[in-house]
């Protein structure tokens, strides 16, 4: 069925160009509502923890109610959010540093640009509206195609911007966030806010500009920027004090017009230490809130973690989210995971259960992420071929995480381990003994003996088994 619509859309291509089709009937017939994508995939259902049919959910029940103490009670894809990365699921083509290109999508074989991307989009409609997700993310440039000049650029982006609109009212879908691709292009060799170039600057300025624009059109809840090439190679040549100095301007003229145009999502800003460059500027959740605090723009942002990205800088994805919470600065989660015997992003999907609950813990104790979600920012392995492979690949993601949450939430009702935890600085339940040094002092030499000699247990693996008691 899809080989005969894109059939028919190349001979109206072809009859349009010479003047025997009209170009409104090109766009109008192509690609229409009546291509099915994944004609062999219905509508993924919960069947319950014994379910054998990959192709059904065994923990997510999207409308369950799950109750978590002191924070109220959601169903669970209020507590989940769940959001389809559109860039990885309908433009990853299977091809690494090492080899070409491995899939062979249905909605990859338009009549032209144009015409492939109003195909990836609708696939994209029907997967979410099969899946079951809510909502959806993107980069503009995995939407529509880059022109010869960024006004065509921009109109092309606009035109595919007006058919997601469409989609998004008839399946009740929405936009997680947006982005701007601003590192794959060779003007963003040296980067883009940090590029030495005044022009790339201004370049990637009015392409932000663009990004959030669409965003806002398309009602996003936030707006995520990730510096790929935003760091350094090496500091040879590098004038480091410049690049933060442009880099923070940067960020707080977008601020400046997401306020402008009334938008009222949440920036948020997504670290990585590495990979692109040799170093960047956003290396961890603690390097951007102190970013963040020295620009005077904690109040303007939030942050996104990827866990991928957290296990890269050398910390586990629950402590970035923690460091992010604590300074409630944790907007958004990009759920992936990196494989432990790779050294680089392998952007995998989590199905470690026992991970999801730590994870979910972080989430739950505050309250949730809301605006935010949990982005689906994985992709196939390079040798699953089959359109089928991406809803498996998100059922096991999202069961992994709807079985964290029921974890988490059990943990946090029963208060087993948060009793355990205030109980080691019970010592403190007055506050601080002094205020200054000097009356720490006068209570450290007023102490019967040295601490030391009866300094109470941590009992790590006490606390291991009662998370065991629920993972």
């Known amino acids: 069925k899809v080989l005969l619509a894109v059939l028919g859309c190349v001979w109206l291509a072809l009859a349009a160009s010479v003047g025997h089709a009209a170009p409104s009937e090109v766009n109008g017939t192509c690609g229409d509502d009546d291509v099915t994508f994944f004609p062999n995939v219905a509508k993924i259902k919960y069947e319950g923890p014994d379910s054998r049919d990959p192709m059904s959910f065994r923990y997510y029940n999207a409308d369950e ?37 491995t899939k062979l999508w249905p909605w990859d074989e ?85 590029s030495p170039d005044a022009r790339v600057f201004a370049y990637a300025a009015a392409q932000v500009k663009a990004a959030m624009d669409a965003t806002h059109a398309l009602g996003g809840e936030n707006y995520v920027f990730w510096g790929g090439r935003e760091g350094y190679q090496s500091l040879l040549n590098t004038d480091l004090a410049k690049e933060l100095e442009n880099l923070g301007a940067f960020m707080r003229m977008a601020a400046e017009y997401k306020e402008s145009i009334g938008f009222g999502g949440t920036l948020l800003i997504e670290p990585k230490p590495q990979e692109p460059t040799k170093h960047q500027y956003d290396w961890d959740v603690a390097t951007t809130a102190n970013f963040l605090h020295n620009n005077g723009l904690t109040t303007k942002y939030k942050v996104n973690v990827e866990c991928n990205h957290a296990t890269l800088s050398g910390h586990s994805c ?154």
Not at 65 to 76: L, Q, S
Not at 180 to 190: G, M, N, S, V
Not at 439 to 445: G, N, T, V, Y
């Open 110 to 194: 338009g009549a032209d640009e144009m015409q492939t991307a109003r195909l990836r989009m609708k696939a994209n409609f029907e997967f979410l509206d099969k899946l079951g997700v809510d909502y959806w993310c993107f980069h503009d440039r995995d939407i529509a195609p880059e022109a010869a000049t960024l006004k065509e650029t921009n109109a092309n982006l606009f035109e595919i911007v007006e058919l997601a609109k469409e989609l998004n009212a008839k399946y009740d879908k929405k936009v997680l966030w947006g982005t701007a691709q601003l590192f794959k292009h060779r003007r963003y060799a040296h980067g883009a806010a940090t």
């Open 318 to 471: 629950e402590h970035e989210l923690q460091v992010a919470s604590i300074q409630g600065l944790l907007g958004n989660v990009d759920i992936n995971t990196g494989d432990p015997q790779i050294g680089w992003d392998t952007d995998q999907f989590l199905t470690d259960a026992a991970e999801a609950t730590r994870l979910m813990l972080v989430i739950l104790s505050q309250g949730g992420l809301q605006p935010g979600g949990l982005n689906f920012d994985a992709k196939l392995r390079r040798e699953s071929l089959d359109p089928e492979d991406l809803f498996f690949a998100h059922i096991s993601g999202m069961d992994a995480m709807a079985r964290g949450l029921r974890q988490a939430a059990a943990i946090i009702n029963d208060g087993l381990l948060a009793k355990f935890v205030s109980g080691r600085y019970k010592s403190f339940e007055g506050g601080l003994p002094g205020q200054t040094f000097q009356e720490l002092e006068k209570l450290a030499f007023s102490l019967p003996s040295d601490p030391g000699g009866d300094i109470e247990s941590a009992q790590q693996e006490k606390a291991e088994i009662l998370f065991s008691f629920y993972t």
């Open 65 to 101: 109610e799950i109750c978590v103490a002191g924070k109220g009670c959601k169903k669970m894809r209020d507590w989940l959010r769940f959001s389809v990365a559109f860039w990885h699921t309908f433009r990853g083509d299977g091809s690494d540093p090492f080899g070409s290109p």
